[in-house]
């Protein structure tokens, strides 16, 4: 096993300080603590997240095509949308001061709010415009009747560098949801292009579309897809193509082990294509989406649980334009990980051209704060923020080389797919990686390099020299015996921890899955309601690999711990996202077995 660790401060967020908590007592119930005192105790350094207040979905993402910056956007305090600017992937420039909003609701075609929307970054009068869900009218959820109109689709567009969306002084572009059809949802729409999709659907080279997310009642979920005006390729005329992807009411792609489940409503769906250096316009058509409800029975209708998944599929045409999924997975196992939102960051952006990076989608994952979890209790106003935006994540088409031709590689409706080798048989499956100018950035500080260790006996291993700081990388290899195949075998790490708390993070071959053991991750949940400890984890393969020895497929891993954030990469093909809220961590680390 061989492990290396860095720490690195990626953006110039405020200088960790002391809590109002007493560290030689018992933490007390959080709640009660004076407002704000909690600010900087579980705040991260290295990730995108406003000043104050509640984060949201990631969206509204583009390459400005005027100045070459790469713009995030993301839902802010319930109301609009606001935004960062970055022209290396590392730092990150608030778009207005105080983070303030680019756009926000209280128009005629959004008097209530404005939901996520995606931009078009030569749009209308060759400038960025945003294509967005403008809501007239609340509640929306997909357990109860929907009001036809309550969502619209409006466009906004910039003429200042993205600080502020000007919205168009007319009526929303989409203004109702086909009239066929009882709709669950009707919002994020995402504008793309795909030469498939032209073909398919006979449309002009070049044509827009935009995929908008929901479902139909009692059907299922699905994305109603449409198409800008084919006379005069007008972005203020959209035409209906029809739902062109629907999943049957709380179903699962296979058995579910590999891709969670579909739910009852669709939201946050991206559409875009890739091959194994990243993104084409003419790759393999792929998808992200957030899926709502997922296990809940239908007779009852309530849950909090979401899904964040991704879909590789065909398109066709046999009278409606179709498209059907031909592998499925989830793009982040955490409970809190939800509506990915990403674009294309081309090589000609001053991002990739400092890098020398190829066309590349890249997608930012939002970690929740109290939202998903149920996290009654929690000490929002002590805190003074809620939530934060993931590391950004390029997108590719990953190959598993070598692997023996068995059972485990040929799972039906799995997350890969199995195409013929040079030697044995390759799989495709989605690549996920951090994006690779953060990722450098954040293993370019001092490193310590544990000593490559064979572990005989169960227990921890403690490192020889466990990181100062609760802003560091962990990267390691495990490779496996064939005798690990059937057994219950654990092997991992504990981080974040002390005398009195910890953090494991480590592989079970009985269920091939990655866990996060957080029944001891923070002292504070005993007394403080809203501190969920519940465990995270998520399913991995390890597949058997051609050779002298046949081996299994060596367990690579980088873990990034940001102060109370936890993101956990393995294999280039698994993300599991999640929050560690220590009280008395000193830092330390060390192997288990």
């Known amino acids: 096993m061989k492990l290396s660790t860095a720490s690195a401060l990626v953006t110039s967020q405020a200088a960790y300080a002391a809590s109002a908590i007493d560290y030689n007592a018992a933490p007390p119930n959080l709640s009660t603590l004076a407002n704000g005192s909690l600010y900087d105790t579980w705040r991260p350094r290295a990730h995108i997240l406003p000043p104050n207040g509640r984060i949201g979905d990631p969206c509204g993402h583009y390459t400005d095509p005027d100045t070459g910056l790469f713009h995030v956007g993301f839902l802010y305090n319930g109301s609009g949308i606001a935004g960062a600017t970055t022209d290396d992937m590392v730092r990150f420039r608030d778009l207005n001061p105080n983070g303030s909003q680019f756009i926000m609701p209280g128009g005629k075609n959004d008097p209530v709010a404005v939901f996520d929307g995606s931009v078009i970054p030569k749009g209308i009068d060759g400038k960025p415009t945003l294509l967005y869900t403008s809501v007239t009218s609340l509640p929306i959820h997909w357990s109860i009747p929907y009001n036809p109109g309550a969502e619209t689709q409006s466009l906004a567009v910039t003429s200042n560098g993205g600080r502020n969306f000007t919205k168009l002084d007319r009526p929303p572009v989409i203004p109702l949801p086909p009239s066929d059809s009882d709709v669950t949802a009707f919002r ?236 044995g048989i390759e799989l495709k499956t989605l690549g996920i990686d951090i994006a690779r100018e953060t990722r450098e950035a954040l293993m370019s500080g001092p490193k310590i390099t544990e000593p490559e260790r064979t572990s005989k006996e169960a227990g921890l291993v403690p490192f020889q020299v466990s990181p100062t700081t609760k802003f560091h990388v962990l990267t390691a290899q495990l490779s496996f015996p064939r005798s690990a195949r059937n057994s219950d075998l654990q092997a991992g790490f504990q981080v974040l921890s002390s005398d009195l708390e910890s953090t494991t993070i480590y592989y079970q071959f009985s269920n091939e899955s990655i866990i996060v053991d957080r029944s001891n991750t923070s002292a504070a949940a005993k007394t403080t309601n809203g501190i969920v400890s519940t465990n995270e984890s998520g399913r991995l393969r390890l597949f058997d690999l051609q050779g002298d020895a046949q081996e299994i497929e060596t367990l690579d891993l980088t873990v990034v711990v940001d102060n109370s954030v936890l993101e956990i990469y393995a294999n280039g093909r698994f993300a599991l996202s999640t929050w560690a809220r220590y009280v008395f961590c000193d830092g330390r680390q060390q192997g288990i077995g």
């Open 188 to 423: 994020d729409p995402y504008a793309f292009q795909s030469p498939e999709l032209d073909a398919a659907a006979d449309s002009a080279p070049g044509t827009w579309y935009t995929a908008i997310s929901g479902g139909v009642h009692e059907d299922g979920p699905g994305q109603f897809l449409y198409r800008q005006d084919q006379k005069e390729m007008s972005l203020e005329s959209w035409e209906y193509l029809g739902l062109w992807w629907q999943e049957k009411v709380n179903t699962t792609w296979g058995n579910g082990d590999w891709a969670g489940g579909w739910g009852f409503n669709f939201e946050t769906g991206n559409v875009f294509g890739l091959n194994e250096e990243g993104y084409s316009v003419d790759g393999e058509m792929f998808m992200t989406l957030g899926t709502e409800g997922s296990g809940t029975p239908i007779v009852s209708q309530v849950s909090s649980i979401h899904d964040m998944l991704w879909a590789a599929g065909n398109v066709s045409n046999n009278g409606n334009v179709t498209f059907t999924p031909t592998m499925a997975g989830v793009f982040d196992w955490g409970a809190s990980g939800y509506a990915a939102a990403g674009h294309i960051l081309p090589a000609t952006s001053q991002v990739s051209t400092k890098s020398d990076a190829p066309d590349r989608f890249i997608s930012f994952v939002w970690l929740t704060g109290d939202l998903f979890e149920q996290a009654k209790g929690y000490p929002t106003s002590q805190q003074n923020w809620v939530g934060t935006l993931l590391l950004p994540r390029e997108l590719h088409i990953k190959t598993i080389s070598n692997v023996v031709d068995n059972e485990l590689a040929r799972e039906e409706e799995s997350s890969w797919r199995v195409e013929r080798g040079q030697s």
